[in-house]
């Protein structure tokens, strides 16, 4: 099993480690639910080493991710992110990610670490561009600091204002005197910044963060579930897979349609003008219990879909989950059925989004 | 990591324990540590069967649900209702807080049952 260069660091603090997409990596330092509040009202530091960089460079990279990627790649400037998906030729979902753009010759690639091999050679084998995909995963350590205070926090490390740095844009520049690229995205639904750099330099910022900052925990695998869970974000092979379209699960506004054409774009133009035929949505569960994924969902004794995620939200202390089901029962207030085991138990559909923070 | 010498043990993480032909049913120490914080309990109901090997109640930590086996086959005397309100019990003190109370349908079912020495050894590999 791979580990992240900030293993030893895991191990200090005695993180309960589990094995995830190949890597062992903490799923919990002291408990769930205290640093899932702890990213929600103060602040929380992730490893995120585990995921996957790739680097696409070359005379027509732009060219290249525009026709793998659903997102309007054209338009991006310099230091701007989007975020967007990979899909398969039926409009299915190969990943999600984030692509950075650092000149129109350069673009960086953060993809799923279970996925990224799978990317990897998806994306190698649909270029027929002057470019160059290089695998650059074990040249980047990676930490995400997340929460309300995470700007507070890392402001006091460095000379660059972190308040000029706006949602999805990213900096190349010195924290604690090492050089790190920042850039204002995260997984969790609170501000906060995702930090790439070297494997020693993000050694030693994790380490020092922890250990300057009383009001920082250190937040594993197990709350980072539950933080993008409640805030609407989805998880490949959950939400979004290579049978649920973006259309479908509710990502629309990272398909660009009228763009000039990407895999799968035939198909999500005809699936939008058709109308769709089902949608991921919310539940809430009414009776006592809690939801996991998985289970099947009815409307009047037919089944009508399947959970995709579910938990007892620590943030709204109410079951809830997200379904796949016909557009028909998507509506919000909808009554269905959910199978618990053996017991059938009431939710209602609302919004999958059921975390929004308040704007400062 | 506790487990009290006078109860048996399953491979599956539960506890019995005998008292007048009953036998008390819970979760161990070590199970309740994997578990992590235990939010929500499903328990069965007052005589329903319980059969040994086969799972009788369903317990949610934040991460996810897990099957509790039962160790033994009979009939449910009782269930700790106090856990349907304070699952959170279950990860105080494990021993204390038993799951439900069965009425022993064949004694000898015991016998396969671990030693706390033996599921002592058993969880530390």
Known sequence: MKRTPLYDEHVRLHARMVEYAGYEMPLQYTS??????????????????????????????????????????RAMTAQEIQYG???????????DLLVYKVNDE????????????????WIKEKNNFDATVIDKTDSYAEIALQGPKAEEILQTYTETDLSAIRFFTFAEFEIAD????????????????????????????????????????????????????????????????????????????????????????????????????????????????????????????????????????PTLEKPLATAIVPMKNAKKGTIVTVKVRKRMLQARVRNKMFYRRKKS | MKTPKDLRYTQTHEWVKVEDG?????????????LGEIVFIELPEESDDLEKGEEFAAIESVKAASDVMAPVSGVVNAVNEALEDSPELLNEDPYENWIVKVELEDESELEGLMSAEEYENMSKE
């Open chain 1, 32 to 73: 769930i639910k205290e640093e899932h509040h702890a990213v929600r009202n103060r602040a929380g530091v992730f490893d995120v080493s585990h995921m996957g960089e790739i680097h696409i460079q070359g005379s027509e990279a732009t060219d290249l991710l525009d026709h793998i990627f659903t997102n309007r790649v």
């Open chain 1, 85 to 95: 998906f990979l899909t398969n030729e039926k409009g299915g979902v190969v990943d």
């Open chain 1, 106 to 121: 350069f673009y960086l690639l953060v993809v799923n670490a279970a996925n990224k091999d799978k990317d990897f050679a």
């Open chain 1, 178 to 313: 090492k050089s790190f690229l920042v850039s204002r995205t995260g997984y969790t639904g609170e501000d906060g910044f995702e930090i790439y750099g070297e494997n020693d330099d993000v050694k030693m910022l994790f380490s020092r963060l922890l250990a300057e900052n009383e009001k920082l925990l250190p937040a594993g695998l197990g709350c980072r579930d539950t933080l993008r869970f409640e805030a609407g974000l989805p998880l490949y092979g959950h939400e979004i897979d290579a049978d649920i379209t973006p259309l479908e699960a509710g990502y629309g506004f990272a398909v660009d349609l009228r763009k000039e054409r990407f895999l799968g774009q035939d198909v999500l133009i005809r699936q939008k003008e058709a109308g769709l035929q089902r949608k991921v949505v919310g539940l809430e569960l009414l009776d006592k219990g809690i939801l996991r994924e998985g289970y099947d969902v009815y409307h009047e004794d037919e089944r009508i879909g399947r959970t995709l995620s579910g938990y007892l939200s």
């Open chain 2, 22 to 34: 009953h036998a008390y049913i819970g979760i161990t120490d070590y199970a309740q540590d994997q």
